[in-house]
């Protein structure tokens, strides 16, 4: 699969699903193990119904990697990821690895498995479901029917910039994009938005940054090329902040760069009412990698009340962006939804009076759900493929 290209990518029936997906699962270091481990029994239930084959290759990842092989990315994982036709991860950091040197955090493992896998681009949707409504931490009336895609440029700018480094008391990040990688993301967000609301509000500080006016030069002239269709605008990152909360409704897709697009979908968690709540895809030329959007947590971690949700949700983007399984994507997504709507929660979610369910409590209410939804095999696609 991999090889991200707006055109292909993103019509449906464009990539051939094989008869077995190879998935490789790296759960990391805090909750990660434990909602990577739910995730990947809804993705088995959700492929199973649909006569798909999954072999999932568990391989370890950030600070549990470190421990286990001295690395954070070990050449194992990594090989297993090449080869793989999707990688999910759960989460990477770990209290013990602060102030180790940088090739020993565990979140340079993280950094480094996005740059082999050319991850580009990174999908972060936030949608409030109906029933999260009174979770959110804005009032109802205020976040009802936010759909937000926030797509993060995720290969580039202050993570990967150089000159970096640190020398005689101080220490130095370079923010840097080139033209293409701009006008790629500017392509795919036109191209996102035309399956969605027709709108790109494209994110930078171009009062300031060359890099911003740069970006947001490059955003117009590929949306006067190939985005006649859509309506394009520009916000600066701090204005877009304050938007995000007061008017999070009239954002359709948000295109940034990289740390801004990092804080601004934690931000967005808020809005779901938890960051627990929201999956991601990173997509680009080579495997696919879905990732929660939350962290490890240390403090929540081994008490199995940790959120699956935005585990859950990554595997639904898996299903509908590498694998083209767009029924099993909206089966797993319409079963969440339902669970929430009946009052499963975990503690982060959880309203007064509801009794929090455990982690692998949600997931049994998602798989029963989908169980009440499986569809006729006379109706699966044939073979797997279409
Ligand atoms: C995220 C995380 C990562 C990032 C960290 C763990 C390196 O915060 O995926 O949002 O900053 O990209
Ligand atoms: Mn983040």
């Not at 090889?3 to 292909?8: E, I, M, N, Q, R």
């Not at 926030?150 to 000159?163: D, F, K």
């Amino acid at each position: 699969m991999g090889g991200l290209s707006t055109g292909d990518r993103l019509s449906p029936g464009a990539a051939r699903q094989p008869a077995e997906l190879r998935v490789a699962v790296l759960g990391g270091d805090g909750v990660g193990p434990e909602v990577t481990a739910t995730a990947m029994q809804v993705l088995a239930a959700a492929v199973g119904d649909e006569g798909v084959g999954l072999r999932l290759d568990d391989r370890p990842v950030g600070w549990t990697a470190v421990l286990e092989e001295g690395s954070p990315l070990p050449d194992q994982t990594l090989r297993a990821c090449i080869d793989a036709d999707a990688v999910f991860l759960g989460a990477v950091g770990h209290p013990d690895a602060h102030g180790q040197p940088r090739e020993l955090l565990p979140e340079t493992g993280l950094l480094a498995l996005r740059k082999a896998l050319d991850c580009w681009a990174n999908l972060r949707p936030v949608r409030v479901p109906p029933p999260l409504v009174g979770a959110s931490a804005l009032r109802a009336e205020r976040v009802r029917g936010t759909d937000v895609m926030i797509l993060r440029e995720l290969g580039g700018g202050l993570y990967y910039g150089e000159p970096r480094g640190e020398a005689d008391g101080r220490a130095f990040n370079t923010m840097v994009y080139g033209e293409d990688e701009v006008r790629r993301m500017a392509a795919l967000a036109l191209a996102l938005a035309r399956g969605r609301r027709k709108r790109v509000t494209s994110v930078d500080k171009a009062n300031v940054l060359e890099v911003s006016r740069l970006w947001r030069r490059v955003v117009d002239r590929t949306a006067a090329e190939e985005g006649e269709d859509i309506e394009v605008d520009h916000m600066l990152v701090d204005r877009a902040a304050m938007e995000l909360v007061l008017n999070p409704t009239r954002f359709d897709v948000l295109l940034t760069e990289n740390l801004f697009g990092d804080i601004l979908s934690d931000q967005a968690g808020a809005l779901v009412g938890s960051l627990g709540a929201l999956g991601s895809a990173s997509l680009g030329e080579g495997t696919d990698l879905y990732e929660p959007v939350h962290g490890s947590a240390p403090d929540i971690a081994g008490k199995g009340i940790a959120n699956p949700l935005g585990a859950i949700d990554s595997v639904a983007l898996m299903l509908r962006h590498t694998f083209q399984m767009d029924v099993a994507a909206d089966r797993v997504e319409a079963a969440c939804t339902a669970a929430l709507a009946d009052g499963v929660r975990t503690v982060d979610l959880a309203e007064p009076g509801q009794e929090p369910a455990s982690t692998t409590e949600f997931m049994d209410a998602v798989l029963e759900r989908m169980d009440g939804n499986v569809r006729e095999p006379a109706e699966a696609m044939p073979g797997g493929v279409r």
